[in-house]
């Protein structure tokens, strides 16, 4: 069964703490993306990596980090530094570079306490 | 020039209605406009696309209408259903290495039935 998984659905982060969202790809595609969604915002990329071991920031990359140490997995770091974090995260991946025909992962839920 | 601007940002259609939702771009270099579905609480789905060589794609009760000298595309749903109630973006996408998606920021339709 092919496609994007993203954990956990919600997340409740406290003052001052990093948190890690997972996302994984079992569908051998090069690139993968990190956006986040705001209510009347649409989509706002994050970080993106077109291959293993490389990645490059995207509109909205600062207070978030990421790795890319393998093709089926990108995971994305909420760090204390993004005052703002409350927001739906979404992961996706494509096959080659230019972020055509990109196939989204159900999301995870960002919630402040 | 980056942007893609997309309207309305919420529209209500009678079941068997037709809604049309439009979206214009400034980048002549964009070649690749996909439209996305997104149902609350759930990653955005690729729903059609087209490329500026064709004025018309049709997928089932989905079409893109697309004008590439005014610089616009729109989306209709033909025989409107409660079940296409949902969030759509347009995005658009220059391709190549670093042709990364460029998304509206949605329309929200509401199908009565």
């Known amino acids: 069964d092919g496609g994007i998984t993203q954990s956990p659905k919600y997340l409740f982060r406290k003052e001052g703490q990093n948190v890690t969202l997972s996302c994984e790809q079992n569908?051998?595609?090069?690139?993968m993306y990190w956006y986040r969604q705001d209510p009347g915002q649409g989509l706002r990329l994050i970080y993106y990596s077109q291959i293993v071991n490389d990645f490059q920031k995207g509109d909205i990359a600062e207070g978030y980090s990421v790795s890319r140490e393998k093709k089926e997995s990108f995971p994305l770091t909420v760090t204390s530094a993004q005052k703002n974090p409350t927001a739906f995260y979404l992961c996706a991946s494509s096959s080659g570079p230019g972020g055509e025909t990109q196939y989204f992962g159900p999301g995870t839920r960002l919630l402040v306490l | 020039q980056q942007q893609v601007k997309q309207s309305p940002q919420s529209l209500i259609v009678q079941k068997g209605g037709i809604p049309i939702i439009n979206c214009a771009y400034e980048n002549t270099a964009f070649d690749y406009f996909p439209w996305y579905q997104q149902f609350p609480g759930k990653g955005p789905a690729l729903l059609i696309a087209?490329?500026?060589?064709?004025s018309e794609k049709k997928e089932g009760r989905f079409t893109i209408s697309f004008n590439k000298s005014a610089k616009q595309f729109s989306l209709h749903i033909m025989d409107s259903q409660p079940g296409d109630s949902a969030t759509y973006f347009c995005?658009?996408?220059?391709?190549?290495?670093?042709?990364?998606?460029?998304f509206g920021k949605g329309t929200k339709l509401s199908v009565k039935p």
């Open positions: 995005a658009a996408s220059t391709g190549g290495s670093q042709g990364n998606l460029i």
């Open positions: 087209i490329r500026p060589d064709v």
């Open positions: 569908l051998n595609h090069d690139a």
